[in-house]
């Protein structure tokens, strides 16, 4: 009987260190990044105040090998971004400029607590915010990758596609580039 007690009392403590960590899974059969839930921490993403990168948001954690190492060594998620050649920020001359821009994702939560993921862009030693694109949801695993001077952003391991970005000259802008047949 004092083994069942502690057994319950283990299974309680972890579940609620999990639930006040970074992330938390929920119970299901589908692979982790459509179960995970994130819980963003920080008032900053590389030394932007979030209420600068959005109005709306309290706090923001951009993912990182770091944070996300527990969860990329499940169902070999690392393995899976490596030969996808995805990760969680990407450098390179994405405007077509000297100047290199950074492009990243994350977690962001509003003051009011809806939860998202993020798609920033910024340029690489200023700071300088060029784009974002908040995207809420239960479902906020992102990863980004580039083909040539265009970025790639996904919300999945294991599907086609995802979202081109693309700098537009005439409008100087980033923009989504349109699929063939949507």
């Known amino acids: 009987m004092t083994r069942i007690a502690l057994a319950v009392l283990f299974a309680v403590l972890a579940t609620a260190v ?18 995970a839930a994130f819980n963003p ?36 998620a690392g393995e899976t971004m490596r030969g996808a050649k995805l990760a969680f920020a990407v450098t390179g001359n994405f405007d077509r400029s000297k100047t290199k821009q950074v492009a990243l994702v994350g977690v962001y939560q509003e003051c009011a607590g809806q939860k ?51 700098w537009n000259a005439k409008r100087k802008i980033f923009a989504v580039v349109p699929q063939r047949g949507h």
Not at 18 to 35: C, D, M, P, S, V
Not at 46 to 51: D, K
Not at 126 to 153: C, H, L, S, W
Request: overall charge negative.
């Open 41 to 76: 921490a920080d008032t900053q993403v590389r030394g932007i105040p979030v209420a600068q990168i959005n109005k709306n948001w309290c706090k923001a954690t951009e993912f990182t090998h770091e944070n996300m190492k527990d969860l990329l060594a499940m169902e070999q």
């Open 116 to 166: 998202g993921s993020f798609l920033l862009i910024l340029d690489e030693g200023t700071n300088k915010v060029r784009y974002v694109d908040a995207m809420p949801g239960e479902e906020q695993f992102a990863a980004v990758g580039t083909n040539k001077a265009d970025i790639i952003f996904t919300s999945c391991l294991e599907c086609d596609g995802g979202v081109t970005m693309r």
């Open 18 to 35: 999990q639930a006040q960590g970074f992330y938390t899974l929920r119970n299901g059969q589908e692979a982790w990044w459509l179960r």
